[in-house]
């Protein structure tokens, strides 16, 4: 079981950078992929999540309308498009992977639970400048 970040970079204020989340090992198809990240000194917090099921997606609030998660489920792959991106972006950006056994529906509320997830990659980062 594989699920590799890339993409990251250093990108200035306003500017824009797309994530991929390859993955491996496991029936994408059946799992949920979110989205996590981690600033310096601050816990992880989930900022998108896409159930790949039924292509149900949840965003936080501090991402809503400029984040953009999507699966392409031939390549067994999780995108996260990120647009607008602040200094307050910065982090390690984690993608993560749950297996969804009765629906989809709870993620609605735990998306943005770590715990959720028990699947994680290595991270990659994205640095926003001033």
């Known amino acids: 079981v594989q699920l590799v970040e890339s993409g990251g970079g250093l990108v200035q204020t306003g500017g824009s950078l797309t994530l991929s989340c390859e993955t491996s090992g496991f029936d994408f198809d059946d799992y949920a992929i979110g989205w996590f990240r981690q600033a310096p000194g601050k816990e992880r917090e989930g900022i998108s999540c896409i159930s790949n099921k039924d292509g149900s997606t949840y965003y936080a609030d501090s991402v809503k309308g400029r984040f953009t998660i999507s699966s392409d489920n031939a390549k067994f792959t999780t995108y996260l498009q990120m647009n607008s991106l602040q200094p307050d972006d910065t982090g390690v950006y984690y993608c993560?992977?749950?297996?969804?056994?009765?629906?989809?529906?709870?993620?609605?509320?735990?998306?943005?639970?770590?715990?959720?997830?028990?699947?994680w990659g290595q991270g990659t980062q994205v640095t926003v400048s001033s």
């Open positions: 993560a992977a749950e297996r969804l056994v009765f629906g989809s529906s709870y993620l609605s509320y735990s998306f943005h639970r770590p715990q959720v997830f028990a699947l």
